[in-house]
């Protein structure tokens, strides 16, 4: 078993081989991307 997270990102995954934990870095930083973070409501 393999662990990968993503520095800048802080996404982590995982996969049976290094190859498919990889795979599934680049997928999941690629879902990440596409979601804009949230912003809080700023109120005075």
Do not use: C, D, S, Y
């Not at 520095?7 to 997928?27: D, H, M, P, W």
Request: net charge negative; no cysteine; glycine share 6%.
């Amino acid at each position: 078993m393999f662990i990968v997270k993503g520095v800048f990102t802080g996404v982590t995954t995982q996969g049976k081989t290094i190859e498919e934990a990889l795979k599934n870095i680049k997928e999941a930083v690629e879902l990440h991307l596409e979601e804009p973070p949230e912003l809080e409501e700023v109120r005075n």
